[in-house]
């Protein structure tokens, strides 16, 4: 059984599809196969599985960004409310701003003032246009009031890789692609785009805090192409749950 990840090994897709194909590969008895198929912010991988026979051996691991797509591609082959019928949630949580260490601003108000004073100057590091890096950090530059060049990326570990690199000056990322350099001291933290802390950075502010009324968040589910099998899609849907409720398999999604 496949599961198609519309973006690249190490993205929080990416780790979320492959720790719950372990455990359904367990519970199951059939080997789940975790499939990254990149490009078009995730809509190859959407396509691909909206042309996929409905029974069940290829799934979507769907994310934000496809409800984002939506909206901002007029021309696909296909619609995700149509042609994909929802699995499961998966997960849901903050994306974190981020610069290299070496970057002049240790805080949001001194970044916001560095990026006036030197508009169009900073690349903002995202995975495509309508990624979700990219939606948080045009969020950020709307409420901010700044200007920063986007430089689009096949994925957050590439970015990641950059901003590490001193390529790029700034990522809003998800936590699953750059927590451990954060924790490393890679990369230093600025805000969680989550109106509330992150209990696994709770030092780290919410932009909220600076910019009122910022709130994003990103989530993950398992989709399936349209007409597959209720049986199927009740029987995945449970044993799904089931990984999600046990707790070995929390604190791994967590860690």
Known sequence: MRILVGFPGGSASDTTARLIGQFLSER?????????RTGAASNL???????????????????SVNAINANL???LSFDLVRDIVPVARLA????IME???AFPAKTVPEFIAYAKANPGKINMATAGSGSMLDVFGQLFKMKAG???????YRGAPPAITDLI?????????TFAASIEFVRTGKLRPLAVTTAMRSPILPDVPPLADFLPGYDASTWLA?????????EIVEKLNAAINTALADPTMQERIAS
């Not at 199951?28 to 990254?36: D, H, M, P, R």
């Not at 398992?222 to 209720?230: F, L, Q, S, Y």
């Open 28 to 36: 199951l008895g059939q080997q789940f196969v975790v499939e990254n």
């Open 45 to 63: 991988a959407a396509e691909a599985v909206t042309h996929s026979p409905a029974d069940g051996y290829t799934l979507l691991l769907v994310t």
């Open 73 to 75: 591609y007029h021309s």
């Open 92 to 95: 849901r949580g903050p994306g």
């Open 99 to 101: 610069v290299n260490p």
């Open 146 to 152: 700044v200007d920063m060049v986007a430089v689009p």
């Open 165 to 173: 690199g001193g390529r790029v000056q700034v990522v809003f990322d």
């Open 222 to 230: 398992v989709g399936a192409p349209k007409n597959t099998p209720r």
